[in-house]
């Protein structure tokens, strides 16, 4: 199994926290003049306490959440997250099952703006890739409305944290024709007043984790601290394969491909082959590294592995089919999880198909770790 840094960022339980506390936060709504609570249930509710916790380097907040990879990594580094926003319910309720809350849901709605705290260091966002409808030539705040990256903009606009820091898929770079990238950064530099550096393509096969993903990084940093120069990490030199990560005990028969399925795979990679189109479908071998995990389509197809440890070949209600021989598996929500990182002690309490959705549209830790990680020493938190 790989030996991974990632450190456990879920607080323990504590014997004096078995009632469950619930954290309301209540916005004032614009007409009436009365106070209303958000009607959300369970918001921020704090399930546990951490009996162990020291005092915090930086706060941050933590947009678009998922199940928490960028919260993993900032509090490897020594910070606190102080609000967390998410939408997916599924999601959610693995968020909650590892930190003890619930994240607030849309981040689109004013109520749940309101709920943000006043002042906090560091934003972070996973943001989807929208276009734009730009007005100008120039492309700015105001073309972003309609976007949630504008919702993101405008937290930055009202909070002003000393620092943001962003990811989103490799695509952002080309996507409208480079306009939706550059519509971005003119918000954040001229509109926002931030210095930003050129943004980063990182991947997560240089941090440690078997698994070749690229993803755009855009770091940023307020006027009055006087940053101007930042540099991204450097690959750590640490070379790991899928048998780092693969299940140490057998694999249960419901991951195995049946002959059926097999065969209809490769009779459609050939025809794609012959076309002169790649096909989804690809056997990692042990001393390999994984494509990108993504969500839908041929997703997990596109990291079959071969597993001849199995021993019972009785088909499952989701194998159509006898069970192969070759021992040809999907990797397991588990293996998925640590493609990204995550640490053994992460619960999944989901189904599967919500659990390689999760892990598919999650961030990769270490990559995000390692980044935040230049993002401190600039500020002075953390030690070169």
């Known amino acids: 199994m790989m030996s991974s840094k990632i450190q456990p960022a879920v607080p323990k339980k504590s014997k004096k926290s078995s009632k469950q506390e619930e954290l309301i936060c209540k916005t004032k709504i614009k007409g009436d003049g009365q106070d209303e609570r958000v009607k959300e249930k369970a918001v921020q509710s704090r399930l546990f306490t951490n009996n162990d916790t020291v005092r915090a380097k930086f706060t941050f907040i933590d947009l678009f959440a998922g199940i928490g990879g960028f919260r993993i990594a900032m509090q490897n580094l020594g910070g606190e997250c102080v609000f967390s926003s998410e939408w997916d319910e599924k999601a959610k309720q693995t968020y909650e099952a590892n930190f003890g809350e619930v994240p607030f849901g849309d981040i689109t ?116 601290t006087d940053i101007k120069y930042f540099e991204y990490p450097e690959p750590t030199g640490i070379q790991t394969a899928f048998r780092d990560i693969r299940e140490k005990d057998t694999v249960p028969t419901k991951y195995y491909l049946s002959t059926q399925y097999i065969d209809t795979l490769r009779k459609h990679k050939q025809r794609h082959e012959e076309k002169g189109n790649g096909f989804g479908y690809e056997i990692i071998s042990d001393d390999g590294i994984a494509n990108a995990i993504v969500v839908g389509g041929m997703g997990r197809e596109r990291n079959l592995v071969i597993d001849k440890r199995i021993t019972d070949f009785t088909p499952t209600t989701n194998i159509k089919g006898e069970v192969n021989r070759e021992g040809i598996r999907k990797m397991t929500p588990r293996e998925w999880a640590r493609l990204q990182g995550f640490p053994e002690t992460f619960k999944i309490p989901v189904a599967d198909a919500s659990a390689y959705k999760q892990f598919g549209n999650s961030v990769a830790v270490p990559a995000v770790q390692a980044v935040a990680g230049q993002v401190l020493i600039r500020l002075g938190w953390r030690d070169a």
């Open 109 to 224: 709605l004013e109520e749940t703006k309101q709920c943000i705290p006043e002042q906090f260091d560091v934003l972070c966002a996973g943001f989807p890739c929208q276009a734009f409808s730009i007005a100008g030539r120039r492309g700015g705040f105001e073309d972003t409305r309609g976007t949630l990256f504008f919702d993101v903009a405008e937290i930055i606009r009202r909070h002003r944290p000393k620092a943001f820091f962003l990811e989103n898929v490799k695509g952002l770079t080309n996507h409208d024709r480079g306009r939706t990238l550059q519509t971005i950064l003119n918000t954040l530099r001229e509109d926002l007043g931030y210095f930003v550096p050129e943004p980063e393509i990182v991947n997560a096969k240089d941090f440690g984790v078997p698994q070749n993903r690229e993803r755009i990084f855009i770091v940023g940093f307020r006027g009055d």
